[in-house]
């Protein structure tokens, strides 16, 4: 007669619990020894009783067992969570090529395009909707207008204060300096300056011409700069006529 199926569930007896316990734990690390050594596996067991008793038996020594598992489990969360954010990403993605599908029409629809399959209803919405933007679109175009309106004054102001303070400076530099009827000759004026093919071409006027011209122009700029009388010259020149008819005279009775 064959032996009956133990119906798997906690063992309320306690002496009976111990001793299942104990069976099945020598048994246990029995397959596990058996496994790693027919198999060539890596075996790790790991038991606590319910009195916390440890029992244990590892093929390769538990630490370097317990460093491989947590190696492993780490790096099979970091896939995991690698993968969870892929299935994330692209269903974002997905969303975001729904919404940009939408853009690109209610794009065209504004643009007065694709309004075949638009109702009454949605064609009164669009138009609204243009009306309201064209609206916004003039009150910011008055706006700006205003705003370059206004830095023009601004900047109109500003010109007519500068001028106002030129005014005053010039006005202030010309009290400083009284102002004159007679203009003052530069030197070039008074001693015109002949060129050197002028002087290499014209002979050189006797000291007799030079003088006779300087004492015919009476009102001469040398006059000026030398500080003689205005009349000095006709003087002289009266004195020598009259010197000249002495000369005559006395010749004539001669």
């Given at each position: 007669?064959?032996?009956?199926?133990?119906?798997?569930?906690?063992?309320?007896?306690?002496?009976?619990?111990?001793?299942?316990?104990?069976?099945?734990?020598?048994?246990?690390?029995?397959?596990?020894?058996?496994?790693?050594?027919?198999?060539?596996?890596?075996?790790?067991?790991?038991?606590?009783?319910?009195?916390?008793?440890?029992?244990?038996?590892?093929?390769?020594?538990?630490?370097?067992?317990?460093?491989?598992?947590?190696?492993?489990?780490?790096?099979?969360?970091?896939?995991?969570?690698?993968?969870?954010?892929?299935?994330?990403?692209?269903?974002?993605?997905?969303n975001l090529k729904d919404v940009i599908a939408?853009?690109?029409?209610?794009?065209?629809?504004?643009?007065?395009?694709?309004?075949?399959?638009?109702?009454?209803?949605?064609?009164?919405?669009?138009?609204?909707?243009?009306?309201?933007?064209?609206?916004?679109v003039k009150e910011k175009k008055e706006q700006?207008?205003?705003?370059?309106?206004?830095?023009?004054?601004?900047?109109?102001?500003?010109?007519?204060?500068?001028?106002?303070?030129?005014?005053?400076?010039?006005?202030?530099?010309?009290?400083?300096?009284?102002?004159?009827?007679?203009?003052?000759?530069?030197?070039?004026?008074?001693?015109?300056?002949?060129?050197?093919?002028?002087?290499?071409?014209?002979?050189?006027?006797?000291?007799?011409?030079?003088?006779?011209?300087?004492?015919?122009?009476?009102?001469?700029?040398?006059?000026?700069?030398?500080?003689?009388?205005?009349?000095?010259?006709?003087?002289?020149?009266?004195?020598?006529?009259?010197?000249?008819?002495?000369?005559?005279?006395?010749?004539?009775?001669?």
């Open positions: 007669m064959g032996r009956g199926k133990i119906e798997i569930k906690r063992i309320e007896n306690a002496n009976s619990r111990q001793v299942t316990f104990s069976k099945r734990r020598a048994g246990l690390l029995k397959k596990a020894k058996e496994l790693a050594i027919l198999c060539d596996a890596e075996v790790a067991v790991i038991i606590f009783s319910n009195t916390g008793k440890l029992f244990e038996f590892s093929s390769s020594g538990m630490k370097k067992t317990l460093a491989r598992y947590n190696k492993c489990s780490q790096g099979s969360s970091e896939i995991a969570q690698v993968e969870h954010k892929v299935e994330k990403d692209s269903k974002e993605v997905d939408k853009l690109q029409i209610k794009q065209l629809q504004l643009l007065g395009k694709n309004l075949t399959n638009m109702s009454l209803k949605e064609l009164q919405l669009l138009e609204q909707q243009l009306d309201e933007g064209l609206l916004s700006l207008l205003m705003e370059q309106l206004q830095q023009s004054r601004v900047q109109e102001q500003r010109a007519i204060l500068e001028n106002e303070t030129l005014r005053r400076q010039v006005e202030e530099l010309r009290s400083l300096f009284p102002s004159t009827d007679r203009r003052v000759q530069s030197y070039l004026e008074c001693y015109p300056v002949e060129r050197k093919n002028s002087l290499m071409s014209h002979s050189i006027p006797s000291p007799d011409v030079t003088c006779n011209c300087t004492v015919e122009k009476g009102d001469s700029d040398t006059t000026l700069y030398l500080g003689l009388p205005n009349d000095y010259h006709k003087r002289k020149k009266a004195e020598r006529e009259t010197h000249s008819n002495d000369s005559e005279s006395q010749l004539g009775l001669m």
